[in-house]
């Protein structure tokens, strides 16, 4: 056993409601271990600095600059180091048909966690961190969002990193579930109160019934010594909509598997994202996207960019599976390398076992383009100001899907803010 499995295994004693799939679980972990090279997987992101490291269970509710939460109104939940944070949380402004709450409280009430969130088998060797969050998860968001209900308003579910005496593992299950016909916009901020280098391993389940639709942003600014990993898996009925983008902006290790299965006929997806790699930060991103249902629609465009040192893994897999005749599937990854000692791997896959569907992928790694740059040169902008302006719109192209022209303003800000740092990667 590693010393990290040995450390977060720790946590297990003091997880309450130990079921038989809790035990299962932790011991499918312990048994297989993590994964290395040979797992196609994780082929291409080393657990070996990981794997020396030891962590202690999320203790005692940190306190936070409240400062931190100023431009993030309510509605909203907020979680510090794992543990949730009821004082500067602020549920009040929800409408009726909307249910938002901790789990550690829908615990407190009586529940148990099969009845709030149904167990999940992962059977696959190299799910070590969503096994170990089937086993230790005991705190996360429960959304419910009743049949026909719009929410007007986007709620914003707000996960700090704050320092702390040792480094700390947390491990989080989240539920969002809409019924028929609702629609909402979700923006996740994982941000740090301070400098750390705490573990968090999370799960987020999503579960979208008829004509639902949810508009999910997600920005990932953690600090720069902290180790993030998170996986989504969303299932999607007939007819509807999921539309999310992805800022994967900080963290030194932070991986993200994005899993959507478009089961009903007409289901949609859109999923677009930037890896902004720099320093020494390694982000990895894996996408697994299966077409299901009949005319089926997935459109994934995504933008890499490698300074420094660092490393971004991108793998996107696309599957047609039989009997979902009609999908139009597209993939899109394009990188930009803006320094000779960064490294971007790039994997599009595309697998189809159906007729008269349309599909298409493609990436590409490479740098600014000279022509471009002799372009705005020609027109007086000294060269810096030119490298900004291009490697700013390359990555703000896959942010029009937002339709809320705040909450669109408000992440290209996000971004813009971190290509600053560029200029010293």
């Not at 657990?47 to 202690?56: D, H, I, K, P, S």
């Not at 543990?83 to 709450?101: F, I, K, N």
């Not at 947390?170 to 909402?184: D, K, M, P, S, Y």
């Not at 629609?297 to 599957?319: E, P």
Request: proline share 3%; glycine share 6%.
């Amino acid at each position: 056993m590693s010393i990290l499995l040995d450390s977060l295994a720790s946590a297990y004693d003091s997880v309450p409601h130990r079921e038989d799939f809790r035990r299962a679980a932790l011991d499918a972990a312990l048994r297989d271990g993590l994964p290395h090279a040979r797992s196609e997987a994780w082929k291409y992101t080393s657990l070996r600095a990981l794997e020396r490291r030891t962590f202690v269970p999320s203790g005692v509710l940190a306190a936070i600059d409240a400062g931190l939460l100023a431009d993030l109104p309510s509605p909203r939940i907020v979680f510090v180091n794992g543990r949730y944070d009821a004082s500067h949380s602020d549920c009040s402004a929800l409408p009726a048909g909307v249910a938002m709450q901790a789990f550690s409280n829908v615990l407190g009430e009586g529940d148990n966690p099969p009845a709030v969130m149904p167990p999940r088998r992962f059977d696959h060797r190299d799910e070590v961190f969503a096994r170990f969050n089937a086993a230790l998860a005991n705190e996360g968001v429960v959304l419910r969002i009743d049949v026909g209900v719009k929410v007007a308003a986007p709620i914003h579910l707000v996960f700090v990193g704050a320092a702390a005496a040792t480094d700390q593992a947390w491990h989080l299950r989240h539920l969002i579930e809409l019924h028929e016909h609702a629609t909402v916009t979700i923006v996740e901020h994982r941000i740090a109160g301070d400098m750390h280098a705490h573990f968090n391993n999370e799960v987020i389940q999503v579960h979208l019934e008829p004509n639902a639709r949810l508009t999910h942003l997600r920005v990932q600014d953690d600090a720069t010594q902290a180790t993030s990993v998170l996986r989504t898996d969303a299932v999607l009925a007939s007819h509807s909509q999921y539309h999310r983008v992805d800022l994967e902006l900080g963290a030194a290790l932070s991986r993200h598997e994005l899993n959507v299965r478009l089961e009903g006929d007409n289901a949609r997806l859109t999923a677009n994202g930037v890896l902004l790699a720099t320093g020494r930060r390694h982000l990895d991103t894996r996408l697994g996207i299966d077409h299901v249902g009949r005319d089926t629609t997935c459109a994934l465009a995504w933008r890499g960019l490698g300074a420094g040192r660092s490393r971004a893994v991108f793998h996107g897999g696309i599957t047609i599976h039989a009997g979902a005749d009609g999908s139009d599937a597209s993939l899109s990854n394009k990188n930009l390398l803006l320094s000779d000692n960064a490294e971007i791997d790039t994997q599009p896959v595309l697998e189809i076992h159906a007729d008269e569907v349309k599909a298409a992928h493609g990436a590409t790694v490479g740098r600014l383009d000279d022509n471009a740059m002799f372009y705005l040169r020609s027109r007086g902008l000294p060269e810096q100001a030119a490298r900004k302006l291009l490697t700013a719109a390359f990555c703000r192209e896959v942010l029009g899907i937002i339709d809320d022209s705040a909450l669109r303003a408000s992440l290209t800000g996000v971004l813009d803010r971190r290509l600053l740092e560029l200029e010293s990667a």
